[in-house]
């Protein structure tokens, strides 16, 4: 099984988006409701981080991989 870094994929974005939000949901308990809305809100956009950065992704089996660190 080879593991690929590359970049996201415009078509990806909810699936990233998807993961961004799973991946800090277990910290949404040490903010308010109204800041962790905010703040699920802007996970919610990595279209935003491709117009003014990188968005890059690891693929394993055709399938972006989740961080589990």
Do not use: C
């Amino acid at each position: 099984m080879t593991l690929i870094v590359r970049d996201a994929l415009l078509e990806e974005l909810n699936d990233v988006a998807d993961l961004n939000v799973k991946a800090f949901h277990d910290y949404s308990h040490a903010l308010t409701v109204e800041n962790w809305n905010i703040m699920r809100t802007n996970l919610s956009n990595p279209a935003e981080v491709i117009q003014n950065g990188q968005l890059i992704v690891a693929e394993q089996d055709h399938q972006i991989l989740q961080w589990t660190g």
